[in-house]
């Protein structure tokens, strides 16, 4: 149980356009969904929270107009990199809670600008 | 502000060799202590949530106890498969939601 997917699990794309990733949780109801964002060697920083039905909470520093969050559904949230740049190129990851404690981790995407 | 420190960073082990990973923590409130295991290029798999000091909790060749202060990660007997990158994490008492706050890691490298 508690399994949570993204896709896609690899994007390239060119500067300037936009990309969206999915995030789902498959065998639950997430009533509270995070992403997370991840350089080579380091540990998860916190980019946003989005409860179902609501407008997500950004982290300090992290620009809403840019990375744009969208939690429609118990079982489905999106996050669009608008008018990506190299420097938007990460790890990105997604989890999931059912309103308990613990958060469950989809498998990441890998996302290069070039 | 919630604070997590893992050590050490990097960890060198032989198969077979016992040791433990440590995760200090300061929280205002502590509602639970997450560990996970992230393989690279993967999303953290969960391994363990402790609650409250003097739990322990096993899952085969990891045991998982908690302080006041600290938590350990015992690995016993490891093997290879074990190397991974260890993460813990806290969730204070105030926190809206499931939020946590994640350490840097240890590396784990088990050679054969």
């Known amino acids: 149980g508690a399994v949570v997917s993204q896709h896609p699990s690899r994007v390239i794309c060119k500067s300037g356009t936009s990309v969206k990733i999915e995030c789902r949780s498959l065998d639950f109801q997430a009533t509270t969904m995070f992403w997370y964002r991840q350089f080579p060697k380091q540990s998860l920083m916190l980019m946003a929270t989005s409860n179902e039905g609501s407008k997500a909470t950004y982290e300090q520093g992290v620009e809403k107009d840019k990375f744009l969050i969208n939690h429609a559904s118990l079982t489905l949230s999106t996050l669009t990199v608008t008018s990506a740049h190299p420097e938007d190129s990460s790890f990105y990851i997604c989890?999931?809670?059912?309103?308990?404690?613990?958060?469950?981790f989809g498998p990441g995407t890998r996302l290069t600008v070039t | 502000e919630d604070q997590v420190t893992q050590s050490p960073e990097a960890l060198r082990l032989q198969e077979g060799e016992s040791s433990s990973l440590n995760c200090s923590y300061t929280v205002s409130g502590l509602r639970g202590l997450f560990w996970y295991r992230q393989d690279p290029g993967k999303g953290p798999e969960f391994l363990f949530t402790l609650y409250s000091a003097g739990e322990e909790k096993e899952k085969e060749r990891l045991k998982a106890t908690l302080t006041k202060k600290e938590s350990f990660l015992h690995i016993t007997a490891p093997k290879p498969e074990d190397s991974a990158t260890y993460l813990c994490?806290?969730?204070?008492?105030?926190?809206?939601?499931?939020?946590?706050?994640f350490g840097e890691g240890t590396q784990l490298t088990v050679n054969p």
């Open positions: 989890s999931a809670s059912q309103g308990t404690y613990e958060q469950y």
């Open positions: 994490a806290v969730q204070a008492k105030e926190t809206s939601g499931s939020r946590l706050t």
